[in-house]
């Protein structure tokens, strides 16, 4: 409208006051009536003026429909989202143009919004899940205790030792219990100072620490491996590897078992290996065993029963080290477990020896 107005005045500035009255040809002499060409001339402007406005108001509606029909879809997307439809796209086809790149960018920030409410969820139900057993276990030994002193109390006649040999028995129980939660809440929370170690020496002081039990299970230890620089904790990776071969002495044969300890290393990780002989498992209970409280095969002796956190702990410190744990079923029997962790720098200062230990 207003291009053509400033065309249009132009014009008529042009031919009714930029001519002179009177124009003198070679076959005589013409003259120009301004009122009478202004008459014909502004119907014509006024005309043209009203087509502009109609065109204009009808084309530029259009053209803004069309412009922002992808605003109204990320919009609605938008509206959705608010209400806590994370699996809403936009997808928004055509060229790749602003409009594009904006609903893209909006459909990856769903997606990443849609798996980390996923994830909170998912831990959620597991604390949940983990908070009702932990309690169910902590209760046990607390109700065997009430149980027992309410027997010495109503029963005087009963013998005081047998009960207080039972009392301190349940209360280790309960001891490990609760050390082996405030030490799962340590590794997942990675409250601890990092340093170099060398996954071989502590596999060979968790063998020879738990030399003793192996030999009243009458189970052999097996253990090889090259030096394996990581960086983490040494106590909490001194408890991975400790866990582990316990782990694999408890669950094992009745009599004339076998546990092979091995370190090896890679281009970019160092790998503990932790097999050993026992019942077959199949590979769904494989999967489940890490899980807290989670129980496999029967034991060899009760009084190695364990608190049930073992693995799970195993795998908490694996995941704070940014490593990864693998449990795959033995064809033959047992498990055949391995711990990968990042290596450290070759500058560590560790020894480069071999560790060989049966």
Known sequence: MLAGALILTAVGFYFLWGLPNGAIYSNGQLFINRRLILRSFVPVVVSVLAFLLVFGLLGGWILADRMLAP????TDATRMASTGALSQRIMLPGRRDEFREL???????????????????????????????????LRTPL????????????????DTDEIIERLH?????????????????????RSFTRENVDLSLLAEEATETLLPLAEKHDVTIESSGDIAPVIGSHALLLQLTTNLVHNAIVHNLPGQGTVWVKTSVRPTSVVLTVENTGEK??????????????????????????????????????HAHDGTLTLTPRPTGG???????????????????????S
């Not at 109700?143 to 109390?153: E, F, H, M, P």
């Not at 989670?294 to 608190?307: F, I, L, S, Y």
């Not at 560590?348 to 060989?356: E, I, S």
Request: no cysteine; charged share 20%; glycine share 4%.
């Open 103 to 137: 609903a893209d960018a909006f459909d990856m920030m769903l997606a990443r919004l849609e798996a980390h409410v996923a994830a909170q969820q998912r831990f959620a139900a597991e604390q949940q899940r983990f908070a009702a057993n932990a309690s169910h276990e």
């Open 335 to 357: 498990l055949h477990i391995t711990a990968e962790l990042p290596t450290a720098s070759p500058h560590t200062g560790l020894r480069p020896a071999q560790v060989m230990r």
């Open 143 to 158: 109700a065997i205790s009430k149980t027992l002193l309410d027997v010495a109390r109503t029963d005087p006649a009963r």
């Open 281 to 318: 498992v199949t590979p769904h209970l494989a999967a489940t065993l890490t899980e807290p409280f989670q129980r496999g095969t029967e034991r060899m002796h009760t009084d190695q029963a364990g608190v049930g956190l073992g693995l799970a702990i195993v795998k908490t410190i694996t």
């Open 71 to 74: 605003l109204s879809r990320i």
């Open 169 to 189: 028995t349940v209360n280790t129980r309960a001891i490990d219990l609760t050390e082996a939660l405030l030490l799962l809440s340590r590794a997942s929370q």
